[in-house]
């Protein structure tokens, strides 16, 4: 990934010359010098396939600013960083898994280099008649070897290093850095609602700073070939699909520092760590917060309300953003628990399981036969398990669920083992199958019938609203998935009194001082 370098440099031919060329000009040239190693990152990279790990260092040597090539197998991509982009190589002997060229300019043989010699205090340039900038050295180290960057011209300087991803910077922790960007190659996932804005504009970094400048922002996406712009607010975004280079894809995630982690490497920013929604960026709910995770497909931003806060209109507290409460009125037990239905055609049961997991949450446990419905119409003490959402309007609630739609084909967290059929979370069942049974479709289950969908509207059981139609766990013939959990309390996460002391900064709740809401939280509504 290249972060901002941008050279006007005449057009070199790097050649690696043979043997006996060198010795008889003695003149020097870019060469690779071979070690088994690993980056310690390799978000930072430009990646490529090859067909082998000649043809990887071959593109580093055509382009100008690559200072290094990697490659982990001989299955695997390429991966290329340019000046500036990575600053350390581990050794195999020392965990590292791979092979790593360096990129050096010396008048040694090629057939003859003295990798020691060469990869230890030696500085190299990216333009051969220029000696002063654009410069790296590197050093041998206990673990393996470490990269420095020289540059010495007269330039403005950059505040928060022009958000590169060579975290800690020198003025990352000054007041004027308390709100940093963080750069990848990606896209929006699974389930992204597309509330926001949206505009044409030339460059990534017109746009990121458009994300940067703007309060609702949270996190933004730039399509390199559409030129397109999007700005999501907090909560739009819980699934960003990690990418390469090549796709033409950016995104950043607005974060807010403070003493600890203005301190921290760009990869440690995005390993679950927990950030403050207010006051950097726009909160549609006060006392917001959010995590933000990595896995080898996905950047994760999970958002969270204080376990006390109202969310949307309901009065049932302790749920993720984004997600709806089912329990009894004001009832702060395990009496209630959380539930979000997203829309994605044709996903399998395999693939809803695991975004479901990645959410902390299993595939949706049925509550009592007839707790789903169309709306929040039930008694007043019960919050039902609303899946189309009719009566809410706002573009933000239109996301949740399946709204508009009739029928909705749903997977739940119901699966067969053995001869009998279970539930994920059977602890959210208030009455046993035995004394209200599993509402099925007539003639559903096939022999390899082992997983099931929630089929709800037009054609389902009358009685319920809905029933359950077995099928294969492969199947695509669905419009989404179910997911539910226990409140945010009883989860494994950080609660939003541990994130206000990192920060040192609390937001009231609703309008109220903590002491008057938790008198109005013990007081019958």
């Given at each position: 990934?290249r972060f901002?370098?941008?050279?006007?440099?005449?057009?070199?031919?790097?050649?690696t010359?043979?043997?006996?060329?060198?010795?008889?000009?003695?003149?020097?040239a870019?060469?690779f010098?071979t070690?088994?190693?690993e980056?310690?990152?390799?978000?930072?990279?430009?990646?490529?396939?090859?067909?082998?790990?000649?043809e990887c260092?071959?593109k580093?040597?055509?382009?100008?600013?690559?200072v290094m090539?990697y490659?982990?197998?001989?299955?695997d991509p390429c991966?290329?960083?340019a000046?500036?982009s990575?600053q350390?190589?581990?050794?195999n002997e020392?965990?590292?898994?791979?092979?790593v060229a360096?990129?050096v300019?010396?008048?040694?043989?090629?057939?003859?280099?003295?990798?020691p010699?060469l990869?230890?205090?030696?500085?190299y340039?990216?333009n051969?008649?220029?000696?002063?900038n654009?410069l790296?050295?590197?050093?041998?180290?206990?673990?393996?070897w470490k990269?420095t960057?020289?540059?010495?011209?007269?330039v403005d300087s950059?505040t928060?290093?022009?958000?590169t991803?060579?975290?800690?910077?020198?003025?990352?922790?000054?007041?004027?850095?308390?709100?940093t960007m963080?750069?990848?190659?990606?896209?929006p996932?699974?389930?992204?609602?597309?509330?926001?804005?949206?505009?044409?504009?030339?460059?990534w970094?017109?746009?990121?700073?458009?994300?940067?400048?703007?309060?609702?922002c949270?996190s933004?996406?730039?399509?390199v070939?559409?030129k397109?712009?999007?700005?999501?607010?907090?909560?739009m975004?819980?699934?960003?699909e990690?990418?390469?280079?090549?796709?033409?894809?950016?995104m950043?995630?607005?974060l807010?520092?403070n003493?600890?982690?203005c301190?921290?490497?760009?990869d440690?920013?995005?390993?679950?760590?927990?950030?403050l929604?207010?006051p950097?960026?726009?909160?549609?709910?006060?006392?917001?917060?959010?995590?933000?995770q990595?896995?080898?497909?996905?950047?994760?931003?999970?958002?969270y309300?204080d376990?006390?806060?109202?969310?949307q209109?309901?009065?049932?507290?302790g749920?993720?953003?984004?997600?709806m409460?089912?329990?009894?009125?004001?009832?702060?037990?395990?009496?209630v628990?959380?539930?979000r239905?997203?829309?994605?055609?044709?996903?399998t049961?395999?693939?809803a399981?695991?975004l479901?997991?990645?959410?902390?949450?299993?595939?949706?446990t049925?509550?009592?036969?007839?707790a789903?419905s169309?709306?929040?119409?039930g008694?007043?003490?019960?919050?039902e398990?609303?899946?189309?959402q009719?009566?809410?309007?706002t573009?933000?609630r239109?996301?949740?669920?399946?709204p508009?739609?009739?029928?909705?084909?749903s997977?739940?967290g119901?699966?067969?083992?053995?001869?009998k059929?279970?539930?994920s979370?059977?602890e959210?069942?208030?009455f046993?199958?035995?004394?209200?049974p599993?509402?099925?479709?007539?003639?559903?289950?096939?022999?390899?019938?082992t997983?099931?969908?929630?089929?709800?509207?037009?054609g389902?059981?009358?009685?319920?609203?809905?029933?359950?139609?077995a099928?294969?766990c492969?199947?695509?013939d669905?419009?989404?998935?179910?997911?539910?959990?226990?409140?945010?309390e009883y989860?494994?996460i950080k609660?939003?009194?541990?994130?206000?002391a990192?920060?040192?900064?609390?937001?009231d709740?609703c309008?109220?001082?903590?002491?008057?809401w938790?008198?109005?939280?013990a007081?019958?509504?």
């Open positions: 990934m901002l370098l941008s050279l006007t440099l005449p057009l070199f031919l790097f050649l010359p043979s043997c006996s060329l060198d010795s008889e000009t003695n003149s020097p870019y060469k010098v070690v088994s190693g980056p310690t990152t390799l978000n930072a990279s430009d990646v490529i396939q090859v067909a082998s790990f000649e260092t071959g580093c040597e055509k382009d100008p600013v690559c090539a490659q982990a197998n001989s299955s991966y290329l960083f000046w500036n990575i350390e190589v581990t050794r020392s965990g590292g898994v791979g092979t360096f990129k300019f010396t008048d040694q043989p090629s057939c003859e280099l003295n990798s010699f990869l230890n205090g030696k500085v340039p990216i051969p008649n220029d000696t002063t654009y790296w050295k590197i050093d041998t180290s206990e673990g393996g990269i960057y020289i540059d010495n011209r007269i950059f928060c290093a022009n958000f991803f060579n975290r800690p910077y020198e003025d990352g922790c000054n007041p004027e850095c308390n709100i963080v750069q990848v190659w990606a896209k996932g699974p389930i992204t609602i597309m509330y926001g804005k949206n505009d044409t504009v030339e460059t970094t017109d746009c990121l700073n458009m994300c940067y400048n703007e309060w609702p949270n933004v996406h730039y399509d070939s559409t397109f712009c999007f700005r999501f607010k907090v909560g975004v819980t699934f960003i990690r990418m390469t280079a090549s796709d033409g894809n950016h950043a995630i607005k807010p520092m003493d600890k982690n301190k921290m490497t760009t440690q920013l995005l390993d679950n760590q927990y950030y929604v207010a950097a960026m726009y909160y549609p709910q006060k006392r917001m917060y959010f995590r933000v990595t896995t080898p497909k996905y950047y994760l931003i999970k958002t309300l376990k006390d806060s109202t969310y209109g309901t009065t049932l507290q749920c993720p953003y984004m997600s409460a089912s329990g009894y009125w004001n009832e702060l037990s395990k009496e628990f959380c539930y239905h997203s829309k994605q055609p044709g996903i049961q395999t693939e399981k695991e479901c997991h990645l959410q902390d949450m299993e595939l949706l049925d509550k009592y036969t007839g789903v169309s709306g929040q119409k008694e007043w003490y019960i919050m398990m609303s899946i189309l009719t009566d809410l309007t573009p933000v239109t996301g949740f669920g399946f508009g739609m009739n029928p909705v084909k997977w739940y119901l699966e067969k083992v053995g001869d059929w279970t539930w979370m059977p959210f069942r208030v046993k199958d035995e004394d209200m599993i509402p099925w479709a007539v003639g559903t289950g096939g022999s390899g019938d997983c099931a969908y929630l089929h709800w509207g037009t389902a059981d009358e009685y319920a609203g809905y029933d359950f139609i099928a294969p492969n199947s695509t669905v419009d989404g998935f179910s997911c539910g959990s226990w409140q945010q989860m494994d609660q939003y009194k541990d994130v206000t990192e920060f040192g900064y609390e937001q709740c309008g109220f001082s903590d002491a008057e938790k008198e109005l939280k007081s019958p509504y």
